[in-house]
Each structure stands twice: as C-alpha cells, then as structure tokens.
C-alpha cells in the first residue's frame, strides 16, 4: 500500500460528484493518492532508500544522503 514512512499519509476515499447532473447528485466513488518519493535518506549511519510525501520533503523532515 502506499505510504509515507515519515507522517504515515495514506491513500483517502470519497467521492466524486457529478458536474452536468448536479442536481439529481449523482456520486461515485474515487481515491486520492500522496505524492510519494523515493529518496535515499541517512538512518544511523547506513543509507536507506524509503517512500516520502512531498509535503515531508518540502518541510525539510528528511535529511537526504
């Protein structure tokens, strides 16, 4: 499944509603995934490669190697 392995950010579900038929709401459903990154990261002295968010990345809560 995909994660981030820092703010355990997920895939979310809700749905998704109808713009022509607005009004008789028609609904489906759908997923919202994170944008996730593969980034080699420094974890007690050995690289490691793991799934970050970019919102993680970004906030600077991942040192890089």
């Given at each position: 499944?995909?994660?981030?392995?820092?703010?355990?950010?997920?895939?979310?579900?809700?749905?998704?509603?109808?713009?022509?038929?607005?009004h008789v709401?028609?609904?489906?459903?759908r997923?919202?995934?994170?944008?996730?990154?593969?980034?080699?990261?420094?974890?007690?002295?050995?690289?490691?490669?793991?799934?970050?968010?970019?919102?993680?990345?970004r906030?600077?809560?991942?040192?890089?190697?």
């Amino acid at each position: 499944m995909a994660k981030c392995e820092v703010c355990e950010k997920s895939i979310s579900h809700g749905n998704k509603i109808s713009i022509a038929r607005s009004h008789v709401s028609r609904r489906s459903s759908r997923t919202w995934k994170p944008n996730l990154r593969k980034v080699k990261t420094l974890e007690n002295g050995e690289k490691k490669t793991i799934s970050v968010c970019a919102k993680c990345l970004r906030a600077g809560k991942v040192t890089r190697a």
